[in-house]
């Protein structure tokens, strides 16, 4: 099996009328368990397949085995999918190279490519993902737990509650709906290009315009981005799903008016 996978792809069409129409994106995912040289720094093997020396550099600085195998699964799957949207061909969209921003943001460096696609990563339990788009685009996935109950009162306030609550079915449990609100904060979060990051209180879930959190139907949930300010719109609408025991949230810039 590939390493790198294109993910939802099926459900691609359901969804493209959720964002803009000139919006192009492509999501691929690496499972975690599938990088076999995860633990050897000095025998970095399928790491250096991937990565520039630079990169590589940097993937060795990591001392946790865990945080490397993520950066690593996150650059795969953020270079995939890039290089579906610049055209490029299997043999060469390893050479891309993903650099970050001061804050952490990261971006595609290219001196091949005028406009190469904006990017957003993710990872969670055994997921790393990525998100790449012609417009700003912010992913999150997360797997859910109890310590979502821990902060709940640092993101979600009573009204974004009752919102989640008429719009996912029961079936969905209250730990399952915050972390799905909680990866459709981190999402807008990562989407927005504001310095500092706008806080979780600040980003307000307005209503969920459609769906039931399924990735063939998911919640459209538009959020008040209270930082009308440096690029950033008012309103902001994701997708948000659980699927595989991941809550999904992603989203693209402009977002289609509801
Ligand atoms: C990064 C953040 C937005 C989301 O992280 P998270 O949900 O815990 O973890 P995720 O796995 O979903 O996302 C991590 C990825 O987000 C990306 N990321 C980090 N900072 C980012 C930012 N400012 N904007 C967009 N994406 C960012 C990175 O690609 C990172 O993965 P990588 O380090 O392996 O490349 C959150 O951790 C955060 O708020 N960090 C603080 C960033 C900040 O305020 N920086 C200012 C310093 S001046």
Not at 85 to 100: F, Q
Not at 132 to 149: M, R, S, T, V, Y
Not at 191 to 202: N, W, Y
């Amino acid at each position: 099996m590939a390493l790198v996978q294109a993910i939802f792809e099926e459900y691609w069409p359901h969804w493209q009328h959720h964002f803009t129409p000139e919006a192009r994106l492509r999501l691929g995912g690496v499972p975690l368990a599938a990088l076999p040289a995860r633990a050897d720094i000095m025998q970095p093997g399928l790491a250096s397949e991937y990565l520039s020396p630079d990169e590589l550099e940097q993937w060795r600085g990591f001392n946790l085995e865990k945080r490397r195998a993520e950066w690593l699964g996150g650059r795969i799957a953020a270079k995939w999918a890039a290089a579906g949207l610049l055209g490029e061909t299997a043999m060469t969209w390893r050479n891309l190279v993903i650099r970050t921003e001061a804050g952490g943001r990261p971006y595609v460096a290219t001196e091949t490519h005028a406009a190469p696609p904006f990017i957003s990563i993710s990872h969670s339990g055994p997921l790393a993902a990525a998100l790449a788009a012609n417009f700003p685009c912010g992913l999150d996935i997360q797997e859910p737990g109890a310590k979502i109950h821990t902060v709940r009162d640092r993101f979600v306030s009573p009204e974004e509650e009752d919102i989640l609550s008429a719009s996912l079915p029961e079936s969905f449990t209250e730990t399952e709906r915050l972390t799905m609100l909680w990866a459709a904060k981190e999402a807008i979060r990562k989407m927005v290009r504001t310095t500092p990051l706008p806080g979780f209180l600040e980003i307000r879930l307005l209503a969920n315009h459609a769906g039931c959190g399924t990735q063939a139907d998911p919640l459209t949930l538009t959020f008040a981005s209270n930082r009308d300010q440096d690029g950033c719109p008012p309103t902001i609408t994701v997708l948000s799903f659980f699927a595989d025991n991941l809550a999904w949230a992603m989203g693209c810039l402009p977002t289609r008016k509801e």
